[in-house]
């Protein structure tokens, strides 16, 4: 450091350097040429909602949102009835005020028994997330999940 009274002073200044993320970084991929559907997402966290809906309309697909089972169902009753069913349905196995998505799925079934349903869920030691099949539900999303896996998870039930 220098300086004098009345003069300009100078001073070093140490930055950490960082590695840039050049072309060959990897970068999310988004859209894939798949067919497009109308995905309905159920989860009791808004942010989490919030973040899905965002991802899901990245990858190309029509989204709406509920906070519970109860919800979800009549959504999905509703979209059923006006002929513009969803393709996939994705559902919180946990709630905390409301229906979840274990019960939620019985209750989808009896509407639609074809219902492609993806469990998500933060808790891997659950039954419904180790057997999910078994429990109606076509595929399994970990939460936190990436773009990349919600893309292939919609992808393989729109297939």
Do not use: W
């Amino acid at each position: 450091m220098s300086s004098e009274q009345g003069k300009d002073g100078s001073f070093p200044v140490y930055l950490h350097s960082c590695e840039a993320a050049g072309p060959e970084a990897e970068q999310p991929r988004t859209m894939r040429g798949g067919r497009r559907g109308r995905v309905l997402v159920m989860d009791d966290e808004t942010m989490i909602r919030h973040v899905a809906k965002e991802m899901i309309e990245m990858l190309g697909h029509q989204v709406e949102c509920t906070e519970n089972g109860a919800d979800a169902v009549e959504k999905f009753r509703q979209a059923k009835t006006a002929g513009r069913p969803f393709d996939v349905v994705i559902l919180d196995l946990t709630v905390k005020a409301g229906m979840g998505g274990e019960q939620a799925i019985r209750i989808l079934r009896e509407i639609d028994p074809e219902v492609k349903a993806i469990v998500s869920s933060g808790y891997s030691d659950n039954a419904v997330v180790s057997d999910h099949k078994t429990y109606g539900f076509a595929a399994f999303l970990n939460k936190p999940y990436t773009i990349d896996a919600l893309r292939d998870c919609i992808d393989s039930l729109l297939a």
